[in-house]
Nanobody, 123 residues
Framework: GVHLVEWGGGAAQAGGSLSLPCGAS????????RAWFRQATGKEREGVAA???????RYADSVKGRFTISKDNTKTTLDVQMNSLKPEDTGMYYC?????????????????WGQGTQVTVSA
C-alpha cells in the first residue's frame, strides 16, 4: 500500500519559517499531483499548495508569496517551505497525493494522505 508521512512541524514565532517534508512509500511523487493541506481547530481542511509533474503550482491566496511547494520531480520528498509565518497559519498540516485532476484543492479529490504534522505559530 501507499504510506505518506510528514515531519518538520513544531512551534514558530510570527515572522519565522518552517519547512515541512513529506515522504512516501509505494508512491512516486513525480508521477502526478501532490499537495499540502492544513486544518485548524474547528475548521475544514483546506488546500494551501499543490504542484504537478509539469512544474505547475497553485497556492491558496492566504499563503501566496510566503509558502513554496517543491516541484522538482527528482526529489523523493514533497516539501513546503513556509516563510513569514502568521498565527493564522496554525494547524495540522497534511501531505496528499494522487488526485482526480491536477492542482486540485478539494480534500475529496485526493486518494492518499499522511497523518499530519502540527504547526503552531505564536504572535
Amino acid at each position: 500500500g501507499v504510506h505518506l508521512v510528514e515531519w518538520g512541524g513544531g512551534a514558530a514565532q510570527a515572522g519565522g519559517s518552517l519547512s515541512l517534508p513529506c515522504g512516501a512509500s509505494g508512491y512516486d511523487f513525480s508521477s502526478g499531483c501532490r499537495a499540502w493541506f492544513r486544518q485548524a481547530t474547528g475548521k475544514e481542511r483546506e488546500g494551501v499548495a499543490a504542484s504537478d509533474k509539469y512544474g505547475d503550482t497553485r497556492y491558496a491566496d492566504s499563503v501566496k508569496g510566503r509558502f513554496t511547494i517543491s516541484k522538482d520531480n527528482t526529489k523523493t520528498t514533497l516539501d513546503v517551505q513556509m516563510n513569514s509565518l502568521k498565527p493564522e497559519d496554525t494547524g495540522m498540516y497534511y501531505c496528499a497525493a494522487k488526485c482526480r485532476y491536477y492542482l486540485a484543492f478539494s480534500q475529496s479529490d485526493y486518494n492518499y494522505w499522511g497523518q499530519g504534522t502540527q504547526v503552531t505559530v505564536s504572535a
